[in-house]
Nanobody, 121 residues
Framework: QVQLVESGGGLVQAGGSLRLSCVAS?????MGWFRQAPGREREQVAT????????DYADSVKGRFTISRDNAKNTVYLQMNHLTAEDTAVYYC?????????????????WGQGTQVTVSS
């Protein structure tokens, strides 16, 4: 059973930054960050391949968010800059057994418990 533990969420003012971390109990998975705001469906934020050479971002976060990973620590990160109120959501880390192209939430088998990000305007 894969376990994912997120951390780093919190309350930040608009224009500020946060870095989310996700520690996985296993290695070798395609990893992603997704988010869900109240009353909205879960959406992709960013994904990264096992090697880290392939990343994908939602249009709404391109240029502001950066996904990265440290395989030695089984940890994936999401650096979030220039945050806006529209980024307020619960952010979930997820792991996919697909070796490439895992950009859809349906391709992810394992999910963390989520961490709340609140951006005040």
């Amino acid at each position: 059973q894969v376990q994912l533990v997120e951390s780093g969420g919190g309350l930040v003012q608009a224009g500020g930054s946060l870095r989310l971390s996700c520690v996985a109990s296993v290695s070798g998975y395609y990893m992603g960050w997704f988010r869900q705001a109240p009353g909205r469906e879960r959406e992709q934020v960013a994904t990264i391949s096992w090697s880290g050479d392939t990343t994908d971002y939602a249009d709404s976060v391109k240029g502001r968010f950066t996904i990265s990973r440290d395989n030695a620590k089984n940890t994936v990160y999401l650096q979030m800059n220039h945050l806006t109120a529209e980024d307020t959501a619960v952010y979930y880390c997820a792991a996919s057994p697909f070796s490439r192209g895992a950009i859809m939430s349906s391709m992810y088998n394992y999910w963390g418990q989520g961490t709340q990000v609140t951006v005040s305007s």
